[in-house]
């Protein structure tokens, strides 16, 4: 990894740019927004080092990264290109072509679908997922299920931001490194 100092320093000013907006998207949620940080070349710069730099201490070495819809697209790429490994997208249901895999989660009021192309992950490949924020788990364990449905060894979950209070990783039935704890 970077040297610690450098990559803390970076992540402050990460945080530093994440805006908040309250009572979105209902009264009593206050809501941190990423795209803020892509609205600055340097700071998408950072943020592109900060990720490689979490993602390339996994060990052993992931094979594939997969990016849950949507904002997780956003960030999963930048580690797959560098690791020079597959990317391969969870997409909220009906969005995908082909065979695809799908499992249903809780959210606070209801239910949703995620799925994944069948053809995506081979059996024991070693699989990073990534997103942006981890809230209640609902979609990170959704992704776990999904990857290991079709064969794939979640070696880790990597998001962004993490709302601590809501304990979402015990949702998560892997490893979770968090960048940014609120």
């Known amino acids: 990894m970077s040297n610690p100092l ?29 795209f803020s940080v892509f609205q600055n070349a340097e700071l998408v710069a950072m943020l592109r080092e900060v990720l490689i730099a979490f993602a390339t201490q996994i060990q052993p070495p992931v094979e594939c990264v997969v990016g849950i819809d949507a904002r997780g697209f956003l960030l999963a790429p930048f580690i797959a290109l560098e690791l020079e490994v597959p990317f391969v997208p969870v997409r909220k249901k009906g969005k995908l072509p082909g065979k695809v895999a799908s499992v249903s989660y809780a959210l606070e009021y209801g239910e949703a679908n995620m799925e ?46 993490e709302l601590s209070e809501l304990k979402g990783r015990l949702n998560v039935p892997t490893n979770v490194i968090s960048i940014i704890k609120y």
């Open 6 to 34: 450098d990559l803390e320093k970076k992540i402050r000013k990460i945080r530093d740019h994440v805006n908040e907006y309250p009572d979105f998207p209902k009264p009593g949620v206050l809501f941190r927004d990423v």
């Open 116 to 161: 994944i192309q069948e053809s995506s992950i081979k059996e024991g490949q070693r699989v990073l997922i990534v997103d942006d924020l981890l809230a209640t788990g609902g979609s990170l364990g959704a992704a776990c299920t999904l990857v290991k449905k079709l064969g794939g060894v979640v070696e880790a979950c990597l998001v962004l931001m």
